[in-house]
């Protein structure tokens, strides 16, 4: 048990244009959600937090109005790139648990490719 | 973002080497984690440490909970092939968010 997925596992798009990554508990409900982000050769920096049916808490230097983040239901959370730029261009991963204190459970990741 | 400090960055070692690795914060954690990350996919629990002083083994892989909750380490006993891939230690707070160590990336000769 504790399948977590994503979707799409890998997204090309032009510079300016909006991306949605969808991430799925599978077996499971989650009612806390999370997005993080790495880039090449460095490790996982989380961007934000989504519980169901709230707000999202963003860390410190993550643009809430360019990184959009809904978690309308306990199985599913997106993350919705805005205007995306070359630099956004990175590896996204989410990861799902039960409640917020229990174990998380890792996606398999979205590679995003801005050009 | 915090990272928490890991060490060695890489390591390269002959097939049924043992390894070690370890992890250092300068933040008390409640909670420590390893996982292990395959390229292009996510992480994967690895091992769970929930208490000061805690020894955990998981198959080939013993990890230990540190006394001052400010330092982990993980142990791979005869190492193998498919160990190839990088090690996160990750900790936990009260809150619920994880802050990750810096990696370490295992290559295993045959």
């Known amino acids: 048990g504790a399948v977590v997925s994503q979707h799409p596992s890998w997204v090309i798009c032009k510079s300016g244009t909006s991306v949605k990554i969808e991430c799925r508990s599978l077996d499971f409900q989650a009612t806390t959600m999370f997005w993080y982000r790495q880039f090449p050769k460095q490790s996982l920096m989380l961007m934000a937090t989504s519980n169901e049916g709230s707000k999202a808490t963003y860390e410190q230097g993550v643009e809430k109005d360019k990184f959009l983040i809904n978690h309308a239901s306990l199985t599913l959370s997106t993350l919705t790139v805005t205007s995306a730029h070359p630099e956004d261009s990175s590896f996204y991963i989410c990861s799902a648990s039960r409640t917020a204190q229990e174990t998380q459970y890792f996606g398999p990741g979205t590679r995003l490719l801005v050009l | 973002g915090q990272q928490l400090n890991q060490s060695p960055q890489s390591m390269f070692i002959q097939e049924g080497e043992d390894v070690s690795m370890n992890c250092t914060s300068s933040?008390?954690?409640?909670?420590w984690l390893w996982y292990k990350q395959d390229p292009g996919e996510g992480p994967v629990l690895l091992i769970a440490?929930?208490?000061?002083?805690e020894l955990t083994s998981n198959g080939r892989l013993t990890a230990q909970f540190g006394i001052t909750r400010k330092d982990s380490f993980l142990n791979i006993s005869a190492s193998i092939p498919s160990d190839v891939g990088i090690y996160f230690c990750a900790g936990q707070g009260t809150a619920s968010k994880l802050t990750f160590g810096t990696g370490t990336r295992l290559q295993v000769t045959l």
């Open positions: 933040s008390i954690f409640n909670t």
């Open positions: 440490l929930y208490k000061a002083g």
